[in-house]
């Protein structure tokens, strides 16, 4: 790998990957839309990268920024259902023409490898621990435009010579979402309350639980991916650490991290069937990618 393009590098996880990228010397394309992201991500390696303001919707700019790249990162989403639920037509675009348009300007620029992103939400209520092999339904409109990209790379990766690999993430938290606002990680919503010494609200008793993975893991999971070509190709892997977190067991972590003692406020759950824990396996990961997560939540 000598010149990536990130897209929605400006972003939480995108921006994430773009400064590992940065630290390993690969020349760096970011294409960005800054509808979920900020430029403040970037800031510190401003002057190392090229930055292209523009969504993946616009093929002109895709095509613009792929050129000469040898590997993608596609981080660009409309990333959670309520977006989906508020905007299905924009969702569809970014999510699904997005990809496609993304992977066609790949195509004709001969990129080698496109690392994608998916997401562990389209396991649903499904039993735990999640592992790839278990059949999964689409349960919103979020989790269909994820699995539209699975398909397609599925058939992307046998009909061109890119090699796929897509990563299931699981509850993503850490450093440079706070561009994301309302739709930022549990972890990061209840931190900001507490920081202001408000009661973060947990829907139900607090039971649930998540698999929350750090965003640096994350990152490095997504460059180890890309180093790999065709053992790979058309897969898609969990990215978690394979712990679960009560949410009420997160408020102790937090209270403590933060030196504080703040009770939340319970409110009834307002959905009727909630997932209740969302846990990865990891096997297949840790085989055929050769990564595990290094952070734990306590840290």
Excluded at 107 to 125: D, F, H, L, Q, W
Excluded at 189 to 196: A, S, T, V
Excluded at 208 to 236: C, L, M, P, W
Aim: hydrophobic share 35%.
């Amino acid at each position: 790998m000598e010149k990536a393009l990130v897209t929605g590098g400006a972003g939480f996880i995108g921006s994430n990957i773009v400064h590992q990228l940065v630290d390993r010397g690969i020349d760096v394309v970011v294409l960005d839309s800054l509808y979920l992201g900020s430029e403040s991500n970037l800031e510190d390696v401003r002057d190392e990268i090229e930055f292209i303001q523009g969504s993946v919707t616009d093929r002109e700019k895709v095509e613009e920024a792929v050129e000469g790249c040898d590997t993608v990162f596609h981080q660009a989403a409309r990333s959670s259902s309520p977006m989906h639920k508020d905007e299905p037509v924009e969702g569809a675009k970014v999510n699904i023409e997005g990809f496609i348009n993304t992977v066609e300007a790949a195509r004709n620029a001969e990129v080698e490898k496109i690392v994608y992103a998916s997401t562990s939400s389209m396991y649903g209520s499904v039993e735990p621990p999640h592992s790839e092999n278990q059949e999964v339904t689409p349960t919103n409109l979020y989790t269909a435009s994820k699995m539209s990209r699975e398909l397609y790379a599925k058939v992307y990766s046998q009909s061109t010579k890119i090699h796929f690999t897509g990563l299931r993430y699981f509850s993503v938290y850490g450093p440079r979402e706070k561009a994301k606002g309302d739709y930022a990680n549990v972890i990061t919503q209840f931190m900001w309350k507490m920081m202001e010494d408000k009661k973060p609200v947990i829907w139900g008793d607090g039971t649930q639980s998540r698999d929350f993975t750090y965003v640096k893991d994350i990152a490095r999971a997504n460059i180890k991916a890309a180093e790999i070509r065709e053992e790979t190709n058309g897969e898609y892997y969990n990215i978690g650490t394979g712990t679960d977190t009560s949410f009420n067991d997160l408020m102790d972590i937090l209270n403590k991290v933060l030196d504080k003692n703040i009770e939340p406020e319970y409110i009834e759950h307002p959905r009727d069937n909630p997932v209740m824990t969302t846990k990865a396996h990891l096997e297949r990961t840790k085989e055929e990618l050769g990564w595990e997560p290094r952070v734990r939540l306590e840290e």
